[in-house]
C-alpha cells in the first residue's frame, strides 16, 4: 500500500531525529531545501498552525485554506482574493499564485539546529 506525502514526511522527520540522536551530528540528505522545517510567523500561524512543518506542507495547507474559504477569483482562477487573514500574509487584496511563495517566504524562517 502507498504511503500519502504527509505519512512519508513523518517518517523522514523520525528518521531524521533517530540520526542525529545517536550521531550527535546534524543530518543531511532529504531534510534540506523543501522538506526542511520551517517555522511559521504568527500571521501564517493563524492559517496553518503553529507547529514546525516542511515549506511543502505549509503551501499544501495555505492552499487547502484558499479552497475551503472559496478564495480563488471566479474569472481567473490563478488569483486569490485575501480574505483579512491573507491579507495580513499578501499585503494587498489579491495576489496571483505564482506571487503566493514569495510572500510566504517572508513568513517562514528556518529551524535551528
Same mark, same amino acid.
Given at each position: 500500500?502507498?504511503?500519502?506525502? $504527509?505519512?512519508?514526511? #513523518?517518517?523522514?522527520? #523520525?528518521?531524521?531525529?533517530?540520526?542525529?540522536?545517536?550521531?550527535?551530528?546534524?543530518?543531511?540528505?532529504a531534510?534540506?531545501?523543501? =522538506?526542511?522545517?520551517? =517555522?511559521? $510567523?504568527?500571521?501564517?500561524?493563524?492559517?496553518v498552525? #503553529?507547529?514546525?512543518?516542511?515549506?511543502?506542507?505549509?503551501?499544501?495547507?495555505?492552499?487547502?485554506? %484558499?479552497?475551503? &474559504?472559496?478564495?480563488?477569483?471566479?474569472?481567473? #482562477?490563478?488569483? %486569490?482574493?485575501?480574505?483579512?487573514?491573507?491579507?495580513?500574509?499578501?499585503?494587498?487584496?489579491?495576489?496571483?499564485?505564482?506571487?503566493?511563495?514569495?510572500?510566504? $517566504?517572508? &513568513?517562514?524562517?528556518?529551524?535551528?539546529?
Amino acid at each position: 500500500m502507498a504511503r500519502t506525502a $504527509s505519512k512519508r514526511g #513523518k517518517d523522514e522527520t #523520525k528518521a531524521a531525529e533517530k540520526k542525529v540522536k545517536a550521531t550527535d551530528k546534524p543530518v543531511g540528505g532529504a531534510r534540506g531545501g523543501i =522538506t526542511a522545517p520551517v =517555522t511559521p $510567523s504568527p500571521e501564517l500561524a493563524e492559517i496553518v498552525g #503553529k507547529d514546525d512543518l516542511p515549506r511543502s506542507q505549509m503551501v499544501k495547507k495555505v492552499w487547502d485554506y %484558499i479552497k475551503k &474559504h472559496d478564495l480563488q477569483d471566479e474569472k481567473d #482562477k490563478r488569483n %486569490i482574493n485575501a480574505d483579512a487573514k491573507l491579507e495580513k500574509i499578501f499585503g494587498k487584496k489579491q495576489a496571483s499564485m505564482f506571487e503566493m511563495n514569495k510572500f510566504l $517566504s517572508a &513568513h517562514l524562517t528556518a529551524v535551528k539546529a
